[in-house]
Antibody
């Protein structure tokens, strides 16, 4: 089955870090870029960045530069997103999504990981 | 950085009505990289339109996309009860970055 399975919900204190995983199945993991998108409760979609699972190359939204790191482990078909120096306004659902080559739209989404930042 | 502005913020319509949603870019955007998504409460977004006017697999033909340059439109020809949701436009740019619009909520009048 073609899917992206994300890790479970996390609770962190301000200033801490969080690492969210996204395991791909049913397709060639290294064949499509994986993006991370977040959505605060009741808010819109916000792009965080992407990783090329084949090369490990990354691109991050300027807003998250210096705080986000995306990595992958091709042996277990899993992408990771680490976000550091967490603040309360980082509380959101974090989605991984596969981008379709050519048109660069998202055709497959994980179900999201809720990251709650609270003291 | 290119900003996508969606309007209106909320559209109040009745089933059977025609919905016209706008997505305006602060600079010209390639049609190839303009997409529209639907998101219902508690669900992940679903792609409706890619390449500005191509319907994604399984999307009913009452959904259509058009536009070029800085102005793009998503049209729902006749609203069905399941179409009441939030809609986002998205663009991928030459800087390899990606942007979403702020969304338009289509609600039942």
């Amino acid at each position: 089955q073609v899917q992206l399975v994300q890790s479970g919900a996390e609770v962190r204190k301000p200033g801490a870090s969080v690492n969210v995983s996204c395991k791909a199945s049913g397709y060639t993991f290294t064949g499509n870029f994986v993006h991370w998108v977040r959505q605060a409760p009741g808010q819109g979609l916000e792009w965080v960045g992407w990783i090329n699972p084949h090369s490990g190359g990354t691109k991050y939204a300027q807003k998250f530069q210096g705080r986000v790191t995306m990595t992958r482990d091709t042996s277990i078909r899993t992408a990771y997103m680490e976000l550091t120096s967490l603040r309360s306004d980082d509380t959101a659902f974090y989605y991984c999504a596969r981008v379709q080559k050519g048109y660069w739209h998202f055709d497959l989404w994980g179900r999201g990981t809720l990251v709650t930042v609270s003291s | 950085e290119i900003v996508l502005t969606q309007s209106p913020g909320t559209l109040s319509l009745s089933p059977g009505d025609r919905a016209t949603l706008s997505c305006r870019a602060s600079q010209s955007v390639s049609n190839t990289y303009l997409a529209w998504y639907q998101q219902k409460p508690g669900q992940t977004p679903r792609v409706l339109i890619y390449g500005a006017s191509n319907r994604a697999t399984g999307i009913p033909d009452r959904f259509s996309g058009s536009g070029s340059g800085t102005d793009f439109t998503l049209t729902i020809s006749r609203l069905e009860p399941e179409d009441f949701a939030v809609y986002y436009c998205q663009r991928y740019g030459s800087s390899l970055s990606l942007t979403f619009g702020g969304g338009t909520k289509v609600e039942i009048k």
